[in-house]
């Protein structure tokens, strides 16, 4: 067995959305692997509530100087670092800076797109090449970052095998935020005509388009739209719809349709980004021409009307996470990198 390593995830953030999520369940499960992980950054009372019960140490840091602080305070007791989205890459090059002996930098790309894209300033350019190894979560991530990576796929937990009875629920679980399309999701279900045949969708999820989102439901489907607020049992409500929507055109994977595949939930997804990667190849009905909510609805009623595809698509699904979507696999390819770029700086 190789011996453990001394981690350390740094995130600038005090919230607990996808990327923070990404960066707990990877955490914990490189703790019960035998590595020593430290994770900076991410909301103190759930991140660190959920870390602390594995072991996992934590540090709260908001600010890009509150990443740096801590990142200063921990490297020396480290092998490798792990940044997650700009802030924190910044930040690690920054504490690193002037030191004759660090630790390993692997970033992690979690978007479609390049370092400080919108800023204005050239951030890719002016650290990147401080950068040692960097892992996209997908192919379509790795297609647009500009820089090369390792592809190491973003993973769940395999689930039991409970099969509870599945509700006539179309579920949308994702930050109510323009870029997640929700309006779309809205749309496709009313141009499914489901809501006169008993379904409803649900939507589990917060977010500044909340308001507008329920006008939208009103007055396109009236009372068959449920607003779920956040929901820490998601999970669960999985476990009982009876398909995930995903309209989202822009998601480097798509953890959520990752979760739905483990417990068996057929998944209908826009044909975009890490979408495509995770469910080409299953039912045609599975993938929707991005930002056509006729097409989304007609997969939607099709799946809805054939309960035997239905199910054959939520089996192929939980048998795909099973062999390329699983935290095994991820925390493997993870470790990979890490050893080639400790290697590489050790041989600098």
Known sequence: MSEGLRIIHAIRSDAFAGVEQFVARLAIRQARDGHLVH??????????????????????????????????????????????????????????????TRPALVSTRHFTSRRGVGSGIPVDVLIGGRIDAEISISRAVAATIGRPSTVVHSGVDVAPDVELPRQRVVLMAQRLEVEKRTDLGVRAFAASGLADAGWVLEIAGEGSERERLEVLARQAVGPHVRFLGFRSDVPALMQEAGMLLAPCT??????????????????????????????QGLDARALYRPDDPEDAGRSLRSLAEDTTAREALGAAGRARQRTSFSMDSQAAGTETVYRAAIASRKSR
């Open 250 to 279: 822009v998601e480097g994977l798509g953890l959520s349709v990752i979760e739905a595949m483990a417990v068996g939930l057929p998944v209908i997804a826009a044909d975009a980004g890490g979408h495509t990667e995770i469910l």
């Open 39 to 100: 994770v900076i950054g991410g909301s103190p009372a759930r991140m660190q509530r959920m870390l602390e019960e594995e072991r996992v140490t934590f540090s709260a840091a908001a600010t890009t100087s509150e990443t740096i602080r801590a990142l200063r305070t921990a490297v020396a007791r480290s092998d490798v670092v792990n940044t997650h989205m700009t802030a924190a890459d910044v930040a690690a090059v920054l504490a690193l800076a002037g030191r004759r």
